[in-house]
C-alpha cells in the first residue's frame, strides 16, 4: 500500500475519482453481479426462457387454428349467400391475441340476426382443449404476474437487506452520495431483469417467425415493439415500488412480506374486485334481462298490431267469400297491401325505435359501468398495463365496442335493405291465430345481401387510445422512484 | 484529524446518548475510547459518519465539519463497524475490490488484495471464498482489510477486536502499530482494556453518554487502567474536573 497523508495530492486525485461516474459504474457492477449469482437470477431466467417462447408457441397455434376456422366460414357464408347466409357475420381473429388474450377468447366469434334479434355466436375459446388447458398463458400473463413478482424478489432486499447485513453502513462511509447507490441499484436492477426477458422474447419471436407467424406483416412488428417497451416500463414500476418498500422498512423479511400482500392487491385482486365494486356502484341488467325484455316488446307491439289488422284481414277474407277460419294475405291486392302497410308501418317503426332504444340505455349503462371499472383499476399498475397491452393487441374493450357497433351496423343495413321489406303479421280470434310472412310485393330483396365487415383499429388509433396507460404508467414509475428517493434519503443505515 | 467539539446526541425518544463530548485524535495517534454497553461510543462513530445528525456539537475530520460537508469529509475516514456480515455471494476478493474502488483506489491488482488479507491474517485459502461460509473472525478480518485498503488518513473503528481470537486480536494490534507508524488518526471503540493500554496514545473511558476520564500514554504508565476503568464504572468517582479534560 501506498503511504499517503492528507496533505498529498496524489490522494486528493484518487479520492476525487471517487466522486465521478466511475463510483457510479461500480455500484452498477457489484449490484449486478450480486443479483446474478443469486438464486433468483437462476429462477427468473428459467421462467422466462421458458414461459414467453412456449406461451408464444402455443398461442400461435391456436391463432392458427382460429384463423383457418374463420376463413372457412367465410366460405360457408359466401356459399349460403343470398340465402339467409348473408344475414349473418364472422369476427376474424387479432394476430397479436398470441401476446395477448384478452376478450379475444370471450367474445362471440360471430352473429347471427332475424328481424328484431341478434344471435351471438359461442366465444372462440368454446370446446377448445388447448385453450383450456394452456391458453390463459400469454405474455401479457407471464410479464403482469410472473415478472412483476419477480421484480420484487429483486428489489426487496435492495435497502433493508444491505442495512442487515452491514455494507450499506460501510458503502455510505465514502464520499458516495446517496441517490448514487440508488440509482445503481436501479439500473443494475433493471439491466439484471430486462437481458434474460429480452432473450426470452426474441428467442420466442425467433420460434414465431419460423412457424409462419406474420410479424412482419402490416404493424405487428411495431406494435410489439411497443408491446415489449411498455413491459420493460411495468416490470421497472414493480421493481421501484419494491425499492420504496425496502427503503421504507428496516428488515428485509418484513419486506418480502410486505411486498407479497402488495403483489396480491394489485395483480390479483384489484383487477377483480374493481368490476365487482363498479358493478355495485353502476348496476347493468344481464344481457339475458335485456333480451326477454325486448322479446317481450316484440310479442306485445306484434299482437297490438295484430288487433289493428284483425278487421282489415276478416274484411279481405268476407270479400274472397273464404270459408269460416280462412284468412288470406293477397299479395296480388294493391289495395288491401297499401292499406295492411298503413296500419302495420307505424306499428312497426315503434318497435324498431323502442328496441333500439332499449339497447342504446343497456349500452350506454354498459359503457359507464365499464368506464368505472376500469378507472377504480387504475389504482393497480398491473391493470393499467393489462388495458395497453390488450389495446395494443387489439384484443382490448376497444375492439369489443367496436365489433357490437359493427354487428348493430350491420343489423341496421339488413333491417333498411331487407328486413323493412318483409312483412310479419300475427292475427288473433278466440283462440286461433293465423300467421303471415314473407317479402312485400313490389319490394324485392337486393341480389347481394350486405356483407359484415369488421376493421380492427389502425395502429395510430391504438396508440391513441393506450398513450394515457402508458402515461399513467410512467407516471407510476417516477413517482415510485421519487418516494424511494426521499425515504432512502431520510434511510437510518445503522 | 478527528475531532469533536462539544458533540451532543440526544435521540428522538430522549435518550441522551452522548453529552458534550470533546476529544482530538492527532495523525500517528491512536485513541481508545472504553466504556460499558449502551455508553455511547457507536453513537460518537456514527456521529463522524454523519449517519445521525448531532443535537449540537461539532464532528470535525480532517478539519471539515461533517454535518456541514459529509462527502467531503468522508473521503478521509476508513470505516469498520461492529459485527459485519458483507456480501455473502461475493468471495473475500470481490468484496475487498467492490470496497477499494468505492474509495477511489483504480488499478488495484489481485496481488495487492491478496497484500492487504495477509496483512490482516486471513488465511491464503479464503481469499477466493464465499464469504458467506466465513466465520465471524474472518468476516471481522476482511472488515479490517476494507478499512484499510482506503489508506484513508482517519480511521473510526468500532469493536474492531470482537469476535477475534486472542492470536487474531495480537495480530491486528501490530497491524494498528503500523498504522499509526504511516500516520493514520485511529479513533476506536473496544472493551479489551489490556490491548487499549498497550497500544493506545490516549485513552477515554465512557459513561453515559459523558467522557468522564481522559489519561494519555504518559499518564497511564503511572496508574492501573483496569482499577481506573472498573471505579468510574462502579460510579466511586465522578467526571474529572474540567481543567483536567481540557489537556
Ligand atoms: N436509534 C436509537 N434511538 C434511541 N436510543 C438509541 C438509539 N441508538 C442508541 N441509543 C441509545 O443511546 C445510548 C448509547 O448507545 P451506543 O452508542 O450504541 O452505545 P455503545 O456503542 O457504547 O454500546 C444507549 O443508551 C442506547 O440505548
Ligand atoms: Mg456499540
Redesign the pocket.
Known amino acids: 500500500m501506498a503511504k499517503a497523508d492528507v496533505q498529498s495530492p496524489e490522494l486528493n486525485q484518487t479520492l476525487e475519482a471517487a466522486i465521478g461516474p466511475a463510483s457510479f459504474l461500480t455500484l452498477l457492477q457489484k449490484e449486478i453481479l450480486d443479483l446474478v449469482m443469486s438464486v433468483r437470477f437462476i429462477v427468473l431466467l428459467m421462467l422466462c426462457v421458458l414461459l414467453i417462447p412456449l406461451s408464444l408457441y402455443v398461442n400461435a397455434q391456436t391463432y392458427e387454428r382460429w384463423l383457418a376456422d374463420y376463413n372457412e366460414q367465410l366460405k360457408i357464408e359466401s356459399a349460403l349467400r343470398g340465402s339467409r347466409g348473408g344475414w349473418s357475420g364472422t369476427r376474424p381473429p387479432s394476430p397479436l391475441a398470441v401476446f395477448a388474450n384478452g376478450i379475444e377468447t370471450s367474445l362471440p366469434k360471430g352473429f347471427s340476426i332475424q328481424p328484431n334479434q341478434i344471435q351471438m355466436d359461442k366465444p372462440r375459446s368454446y370446446g377448445d382443449p388447448i385453450y383450456e388447458v394452456f391458453g390463459r398463458i400469454d405474455f401479457l400473463f407471464v410479464v403482469q404476474a410472473v415478472l412483476s413478482l419477480i421484480a420484487f424478489l429483486f428489489a426487496f432486499d435492495a435497502i433493508s437487506g444491505e442495512k442487515e447485513m452491514g455494507t450499506l453502513r460501510l458503502c455510505l462511509a465514502n464520499a458516495v452520495p446517496r441517490y448514487k447507490i440508488l440509482l445503481g441499484k436501479f439500473t443494475g436492477g433493471m439491466l439484471t431483469l430486462a437481458v434474460p426477458f429480452l432473450i426470452a422474447t426474441g428467442l420466442g419471436l425467433i420460434i414465431l417467425t419460423a412457424t409462419g407467424y406474420p410479424l412482419f406483416d402490416q404493424n405487428l412488428g411495431t406494435k410489439v415493439l411497443l408491446m415489449v417497451i411498455t413491459s420493460i416500463v411495468y416490470i421497472g414500476t414493480f421493481y421501484l415500488l419494491g425499492m420504496l418498500i425496502s427503503s421504507l422498512s428496516h428488515q428485509s423479511k418484513t419486506t418480502l412480506i410486505v411486498l407479497m400482500l402488495i403483489w396480491v392487491v394489485l395483480v390479483l385482486a384489484v383487477p377483480r374486485l374493481s368490476i365487482i365494486v363498479a358493478g355495485m356502484i353502476r348496476p347493468v341488467e344481464s344481457d339475458a334481462v335485456i333480451a326477454l325484455r325486448k322479446k317481450l316488446l316484440v310479442e306485445n307491439i306484434q299482437k297490438e298490431k295484430g288487433r289493428a289488422l284483425k278487421d282489415l284481414y276478416f274484411e279481405k277474407a268476407r270479400q274472397e267469400g273464404l270459408a269460416e277460419g280462412a284468412l288470406t294475405f293477397d299479395a296480388n291486392d294493391p289495395e288491401f297491401v297499401r292499406r295492411r302497410n298503413e296500419i302495420a308501418k307505424p306499428f312497426e317503426a315503434r318497435m324498431r325505435d323502442e328496441l333500439a332504444k332499449i339497447d342504446e340505455d343497456h349500452q350506454r349503462k354498459k359503457q359507464r359501468q365499464l368506464r368505472l371499472a376500469r378507472n377504480i383499476a387504475r389504482i393497480s399498475p398491473a391493470s393499467v398495463f393489462a388495458y395497453v397491452m390488450t389495446d395494443m393487441a387489439d384484443t382490448g374493450e376497444t375492439v369489443k365496442m367496436r365489433f357490437f357497433d359493427a354487428v348493430r351496423r350491420h343489423y341496421d343495413r339488413v333491417d333498411r335493405l331487407v328486413f323493412s321489406r318483409m312483412y310479419q303479421d300475427l292475427i288473433m280470434d278466440e283462440g286461433h291465430y293465423w300467421r303471415f310472412g314473407g317479402t312485400l310485393p313490389g319490394e324485392e330483396r337486393p341480389e347481394e345481401p350486405p356483407r359484415f365487415e369488421f376493421r380492427f383499429p389502425e395502429i395510430s388509433e391504438s396508440l391513441a387510445h393506450s398513450l394515457p396507460d402508458v402515461a399513467l404508467l410512467v407516471i407510476y414509475a417516477l413517482f415510485f422512484f421519487i418516494a424511494t428517493h426521499m425515504a432512502f434519503i431520510r434511510y437510518?443505515v445503522? | 484529524m478527528i475531532e469533536a467539539i462539544n458533540l451532543t446526541k440526544r435521540?428522538?425518544?430522549g435518550?441522551l446518548?452522548?453529552d458534550s463530548l470533546n476529544l482530538k485524535v492527532n495523525p500517528g495517534e491512536i485513541y481508545c475510547l472504553l466504556?460499558?454497553?449502551?455508553?455511547?461510543?457507536?453513537?460518537?462513530i456514527?456521529l463522524f459518519l454523519n449517519f445521525?445528525p448531532p443535537t449540537s456539537g461539532t464532528p470535525l475530520i480532517n478539519g471539515i465539519d461533517v454535518t456541514r460537508d459529509p462527502l467531503e469529509a468522508k473521503k478521509y475516514v476508513a470505516y469498520l463497524s461492529e459485527n459485519v456480515m458483507l456480501y455473502g455471494n461475493f468471495t473475500a476478493r470481490q468484496n475487498l475490490d467492490f470496497f477499494a474502488k468505492l474509495g477511489g483506489k483504480k488499478n488495484l491488482k489481485k496481488e495487492d488484495y491478496y497484500m492487504v488479507m495477509r496483512e490482516v491474517g486471513l488465511p491464503e485459502r479464503a481469499f477466493e471464498q464465499r464469504v458467506k461460509e466465513f466465520s465471524k473472525g474472518m468476516r471481522q478480518k476482511l472488515g479490517i482489510a476494507i478499512c484499510m485498503i482506503k489508506d484513508a488518513p482517519a480511521l473510526l473503528l468500532?469493536e474492531p477486536t470482537a469476535g477475534l481470537d486472542p492470536a487474531s486480536a495480537a495480530e491486528f494490534i501490530e497491524t494498528l502499530k503500523e498504522l499509526r507508524r504511516r500516520g493514520k488518526a485511529i479513533l476506536m471503540?473496544t472493551h479489551d482494556i489490556f490491548r487499549a493500554k498497550e497500544i493506545a496514545d490516549r485513552v477515554g473511558i465512557?459513561k453515559e453518554?459523558r467522557k468522564v476520564m481522559e489519561r494519555t500514554r504518559e499518564e497511564l504508565e503511572y496508574e492501573n487502567l483496569e482499577r481506573l476503568y472498573l471505579d468510574y464504572m462502579r460510579g466511586g468517582l465522578g467526571p474529572e474536573p474540567e481543567e483536567r479534560r481540557a489537556s
Open positions: 437510518d445503522r | 435521540y428522538e425518544d435518550v446518548a452522548l466504556g460499558a454497553n449502551g455508553a455511547g461510543k457507536t453513537t460518537t456514527n445521525i468500532d471503540s465512557m453518554g
